[in-house]
């Protein structure tokens, strides 16, 4: 291994972060020798409960079940706004940027209370009541926040459907989940060009009968299709509403919302997070990894569509009572200094982004970063995927100008929060590394026979206990959870990446172990994005694989089998790529597609894919043992015909 760089924590921010290192050393000590003081503690400081909670934590690891604050009562709404307004109710709550540079504005906490309850009022006339599923599929517009705390005030469970997904994966995500009603746009604005939201969600209800209401949100004004006795404008409709709304008392353990991820296998999973333990992990490190101080200017680029964009652009802020700026646009357009300028012009104070999108913004040169006045941020933050070292420099001594720590925050949408990461003002960083775990946290690294490695070592990722906000379940599928997460190390929870520890007890991840690929901070399985392909008439067969990519973390490789008769050509594999941009999204766009005449199968019919993420990867010298395959030929055609990557 070679060498690695430790930065200090700068002596200056470490005396004015809320926690130092003795803090960190003497907190996490507590909340893993008396969990049940430090949370119920913490639950306390964090959080506005309605009716207090007497129980802290019950688990069963062993069968995927944990409940926190399981007695105590609360609403998340409330939580995010109304206990703000006596001190902030004309603070600003959200600012949002434009796609067009010369579109902004401010939102204050005493607005958002009125936009939040009139929607609450129109969702409630339409018939969703407590426990109801809502669909959310929309740009990264104010009314997107709006519609996740409309839901939170009236105890309804938001589905957030990421507005880049297509039609076709819009509607397996309602139908799994059963929503009854959708929110969405007109169209969408990113990068100067439009998208067809509203189309999108005609198509999707096509086979969708059960939605009764569409509620559409005015973005461009564009001509769309209208169903008029589905279909209701967002703006008409919340202004004939009342600007009260009594918030729904809610259980710490009722669900709060549901989030499609990507796993290994089959469809996506709807990740199942509730209420007390979600809010409290998000505020928390809200405030302690970003180490946010009051009338901060926090600025996540994720969309809401993900779990970085619940987590810390609505949750973790609104319920600190932080400024969080919500931005449409992507971080090239008009050109590669528009995050830099978003900072200059709303004097950011904290960033926090993929290192995909730092990695682009390196490429397209410093002067983009260097022309722009950054004085004002205080704080970088990155998440998504493993961050190379190089990336990881340029943004600490370019971005930051060696002012601003850099936290490597590592969590998955079914944790909620984050898990590993550095706070600011108590652990020294090293490039590449998440560094150490969260308050409660206790991540153990296992062996191939299933046993805790100690001290240094390399192995699969698990954690020892549940955190408070730890995925409840799988909605509509129970047993796929307890399959998922808590079969592999019976008693832990499985991450599926896998990590290293080093002599200073840092974590290094090193990525997923299972077939799930992370495209440019996107999670995506292996197996959605074969059955986009195999949809083509053409096709026999396809298995994909993830390869190293410069800019992307990891690309797209799909192997393809054509049936008997049928001849590789470039309109094919135009059509193939179309296929599944139209089945899944544009991030599901292969990067290579290589025609295979046969896949390395074992002689029971698995493909093997290490071979394959080989191949791939150019790691020619290191295919390992080809003897067990049905047809060892099929690998040497395979690397005669690789692609170049
Ligand atoms: C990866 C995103 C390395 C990891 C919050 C994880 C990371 C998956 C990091 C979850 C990081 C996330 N360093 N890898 N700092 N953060 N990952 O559910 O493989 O979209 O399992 O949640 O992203 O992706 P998800």
Redesign the pocket.
Known sequence: MSEVHIHPVPAEFASRAHIDAGDYEKLYRESIENPEAFWSRQAQDFLQWEKPFTRVVEEDLKKGHTAWFADGELNVAVNCIDRHLPARAEQTALIWEGDDPADSKNITYSELHEQVCRLANLLKERGVKKGDRVCIYMPMIPEAAYAMLACARIGAVHSVVFGGFSPGSLRDRILDSDCRLVITADEGVRGGKTVPLKANVDKALADCPNVHTAIVVKRTGADVGWNGERDIWYAESVAEQSSDCAPEPMNAEDPLFILY?SGSTGKPKGVLHTTAGYLLMCTMTFKYAFDYKEGDIFWCTADVG???GHSYIVYGPLSTGAISLIFEGVPTYPDASRCWQVVEKHKVNSFYTAPTAIRALMGAGDEFVTKTDRSSLKLLG??????NPEAWEWYYKVVGEERCPII???????TGAHL?TPLPGAIDMKAGS?TKPFFGVQPALMDDQGREIDGEGAGALVMKASWPSMIRSVYGDHQRMIDTYFSAYPGYYF???GARRDADGYYW?T??MDD?L?VS???LGTAEIESAIVLHDDTAEAAVVGYPHDIKGQGIYAYVTLKAGHEPNEELRQELIDLCVKEIGSIAKPDIIQWAPGLPKTRSGKIMRRILRKIAGNELDSLGDTSTLADPSVVEELIEHRANC
């Open positions: 991820t993900w779990i970085t990155t998440v998504g995927e493993p961050i490597d925050t590592w969590w998955q949408t079914e590993i998440a991450t599926g990446d991840i990525g997923r799930v992370n901070g996107h999670r």
